[in-house]
């Protein structure tokens, strides 16, 4: 199956457009092959292409290098995150190793930009947990114990500062942690690209189909050649499961966000001219709202089970207007055809939220499964997967082993039904919020 994507994602729209690049059109034999060139693939390539400079890496991609989740995502890179099951009392340790891999995460990105003096419009102001409903004053002031007994530093605020903060009055309660940092996800992801060492192949338009694990090697089918490897390393994510990895245990949601243009000058006056800020939700299916540096609007409030292989314009349309309902409800003065772009992205869940990181069988290695932290995670996590294919550890790798493992979801119909019910059900808990 080939991935096939909306082209109007205004994070990759906002860069040049890449000119060169290559097909794979050619058999190829290689020690290490990486499956998906998005922020983990990019990071575990990187990592291999240091540690092996003699060493051919191939690293491929379906569709252009980055242009999946990682350009299209809201641009966190988290600290701390509310809604993954993990956040009473009695799940502390849990959480804590939790945050423990977000802050490894960050310290590797922030590596990253250091090493090679990127500018991704980083801004370290936190972010906020949100709500129009008083009544989860309730939710935020447990998690804001959790977060105490951890360290975190955060503060409950209520709706006149949030007016002055945020520039809506929508927000009537709201938890702000500091650790937090916002960015753009397309300069981030583009940089992951550019950097990327010369004995790295880059392969784009150039989709798996098929892969067999012979004795000593592995043979991956693409259209038209095949490449023969010692070692491989999927870094699909949402097309984990469409690959046959971990298929039990993961499976893909598509997120759809859509963006303003920027706010002009007396827009930006009328609702008080605040500073770069992030909201998330306080109960799951509520949503993300961001006010960019360069003052536009970024809205994500749906979650759907589809086919992961499809991006139906109609149901992007559907979306679309959801989130023009969002950014009315929350800036009811801005006009309403403000909204430039909405594209959808695919994200990989496991049934605890835990992520996936290991060797599934000998030579054959997969990360991923990140829900929304992907940008720390999954730059941690590729360049860790890298150093665990090539027989190392670290402290970093005994960190993210020591987490709970994603557990085994039911078989379809079964899962299916299930997510179906509980997206519903959270869309119902979560209706003024969207
Ligand atoms: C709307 C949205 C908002 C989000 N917000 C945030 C956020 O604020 N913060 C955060 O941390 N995370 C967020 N996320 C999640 C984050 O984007 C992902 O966790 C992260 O991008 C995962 O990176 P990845 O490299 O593992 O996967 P991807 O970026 O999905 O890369 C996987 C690549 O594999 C390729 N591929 C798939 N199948 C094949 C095949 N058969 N052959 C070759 N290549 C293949 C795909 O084309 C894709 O490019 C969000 C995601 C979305 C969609």
């Keep these: 199956m080939f991935v096939f994507n909306d082209n109007s994602c205004s994070w990759i729209n906002d860069l040049n457009l890449r000119q060169n690049y290559k097909v794979i059109s050619k058999d190829i034999s290689c020690n290490f092959l990486i499956v998906g060139a998005g922020i983990t693939g990019l990071s575990a ?32 890179l988290v600290d701390t995150t509310l809604n993954d099951g993990f956040t009473t009392n009695k799940e502390l340790s849990r959480y804590k190793t939790k945050t423990d891999i977000y802050e490894l995460g960050i310290k590797s990105v922030k590596r990253f930009i250091k090493n090679y003096q990127v500018d991704c419009d980083w801004n370290e102001c936190g972010k906020f947990f949100a709500s129009s409903n008083v009544i989860d004053f309730k939710i935020l002031k447990k998690f804001s114990n959790t977060l ?56 784009e338009h150039s989709t798996l189909i098929n892969w067999e694990k012979n004795k000593d090697h592995i043979l991956c089918n693409f259209a038209n050649s095949n490449v023969k490897t010692k070692k491989i390393i999927f870094c699909t994510n949402g097309f984990l499961k469409s690959l046959g990895i971990k298929k039990s245990y993961n499976f893909p949601l598509t997120l759809t966000a859509s963006m303003t243009r920027s706010l002009t000058d007396e827009e930006y006056k009328s609702i008080g001219e605040p500073k770069e800020w992030g ?135 079964f899962l299916n039904l299930g997510i179906h019910a509980r997206l519903f059900y959270e869309r119902i808990r979560a209706r003024s919020e969207i």
Aim: charged share 25%; proline share 5%; hydrophobic share 35%.
């Design 45 to 76: 390539a990187r990592k291999l292409a240091n540690l092996f400079p003699k060493e051919r890496i191939i690293i491929v991609d379906s569709q252009r290098a980055g242009e999946g989740a990682s350009s299209r995502n809201s641009g966190y």
């Design 148 to 203: 105490n007994k951890l360290g975190f530093n955060n503060k409950l605020l209520f709706k006149s500062d949030l007016k002055r903060l945020l520039g809506t009055e929508f927000y009537k309660v709201a938890l702000h942690t500091t650790g937090g940092i916002l960015l753009h996800p397309g300069k981030l992801v583009r940089s992951m690209i550019d950097v990327l060492p010369e004995n790295v192949e880059l392969y």
């Design 279 to 413: 909201v998330l939700p306080v109960r799951p299916m509520g949503a993300t709202v961001r006010m960019t540096k360069d003052r536009r609007i970024l809205i994500r409030n749906t979650a759907d089970l589809l086919s992961p292989f499809k991006m139906n314009k109609s149901e992007l349309r559907k979306r679309s207007f959801i989130q023009k309902m969002g950014i009315k409800k929350r800036f009811p003065d801005l006009p309403n055809d403000i909204i430039k772009s909405t594209w959808s992205g695919i994200v990989s869940r496991s049934g605890n939220s835990s992520q996936i990181f290991e060797m599934i069988d000998k030579n054959i290695y997969a990360a991923g499964c990140y829900n929304g932290s992907g940008i720390g995670v999954g730059t941690l996590f590729g360049e860790q997967i890298a150093l665990m294919a090539s027989n190392q550890n670290s402290y970093e790798i005994e960190t993210i082993n020591s987490r709970i493992k994603p557990n085994r979801l039911p078989p379809n119909p």
